[in-house]
């Protein structure tokens, strides 16, 4: 089954900048929407950004200012770019795919990303 490959979290000062990679174990489900989601404890995981392979975005208000997805054509992997980062960024990110032709979500395993004052 697809496994969501993660990397790039990290600790990093406020005003800082990190990179987020996910891949997929299989380039299948397609088409996809893949991006990320964070969650902070004792809250719902939120919506960061995601992106289809035709390039239409969602992203949370949040960030759209700062942070940047790119997806490489013909590939179900992502980047985010994460510029001027605040301590409210401080959360565990989730990498997503999610077959737009069907209901279900498939998950990563997560990568903490923390953000000092």
């Known amino acids: 089954q697809v496994q969501l490959v993660e990397s790039g979290g990290g600790l990093v000062q406020a005003g800082g900048s990190l990179t987020l990679s996910c891949a997929a174990s299989?380039?299948?489900?397609?088409?996809?929407?893949m991006g990320w989601y964070r969650q902070v404890p004792g809250k719902q995981r939120e919506l960061v950004v995601t992106?289809?392979?035709?390039?239409?975005?969602n992203i949370a208000d949040s960030v759209k200012d700062r942070f940047t997805i790119s997806r490489e054509r013909g590939k179900n992997s992502v980047s985010l770019q994460m510029n001027d980062l605040k301590p409210e960024d401080t959360a565990v990110y989730y990498c997503?795919?999610?077959?737009?032709?069907?209901?279900?979500?498939?998950w990563g395993n997560g990568t903490l990303v923390t953000v000092s004052a």
């Open positions: 997503n795919l999610r077959p737009l032709l069907g209901n279900i979500n498939y």
């Open positions: 299989e380039d299948i489900f397609k088409p996809n929407a």
């Open positions: 992106i289809t392979g035709g390039g239409a975005l």
